[in-house]
């Protein structure tokens, strides 16, 4: 049987000034996958509310009142794993492609359809989606390091200070571990405790 996958919300900051965009945004965002809809009208505005809080999506339209944007997306980029889509004026679309390509960034050219502004929101959402797995894969493994570092450590101990041979000291920890059902980690740090 198929595990059925609950369905993610995210959170999308708009970086805008025009309200007819603003609103525009606001009906394609409301089909339920963003939990969390957030509206600043500059980069100033919208870099003081990235300092509080993460945001899966950044959407910005340019040009911005305080500066055109791309040098804002650009630092954003580089700052955070946001998935990021600019929209800007048709006429300046390719070269503003040009200068954010390389940060990963999504540009689309007004004039917008809802289906090209509902695509790339997905495509940027999917994006996120492997992020966050792949994040959650490299904690799981450093957690796994550093349990096998000090396990490591105990058997070390075991072989120095109880003249346990390596193979003895694995073995005392694998069955004393079992017969106490606990965690062989937590055999070690009480082994550590007792001798440092």
Not at 9 to 19: N, T
Not at 35 to 52: C, G, I, K, P, Y
Not at 121 to 144: D, F, G
Request: contains cysteine; proline residues 2%; aromatic residues 6%.
């Amino acid at each position: 049987m198929a595990k059925v996958q609950e369905r993610r919300q995210y959170s999308i900051l708009i970086v805008s000034q025009s309200e007819q965009l603003n609103t525009f945004v606001k009906k394609v965002v409301s089909d339920g996958r963003f939990s969390t809809v957030e509206f600043r009208r500059s980069a100033a505005q919208a870099a003081q509310e990235l300092m509080n809080r993460h945001y899966d999506v950044i959407l910005v339209s340019t040009p911005l009142p305080d500066e055109f944007g791309t040098n804002f997306v650009m630092d954003i980029c580089t700052r955070y794993t946001s998935g990021v889509l600019v929209i800007t004026p048709g006429d300046v679309a390719d070269d503003v492609t040009e200068r954010v390509i390389d940060y990963g960034v999504v540009v689309l050219a007004k004039p917008l359809t809802n289906r090209a502004l509902a695509r790339n929101l997905r495509h940027l959402t999917a994006i996120q989606n492997k992020i966050q797995e792949t994040e959650k894969k490299v904690l799981t493994l450093e957690e796994r390091i550093k349990e096998m570092r000090v396990i490591n450590q105990a058997k070390c101990l075991l072989i120095e200070k109880e003249h346990m041979t390596e193979e003895s000291a694995h073995r005392y920890m694998n069955k004393t571990a079992m017969d106490r059902c606990i965690s062989k980690k937590m055999l070690a740090e009480e082994i550590i405790e007792k001798w440092e």
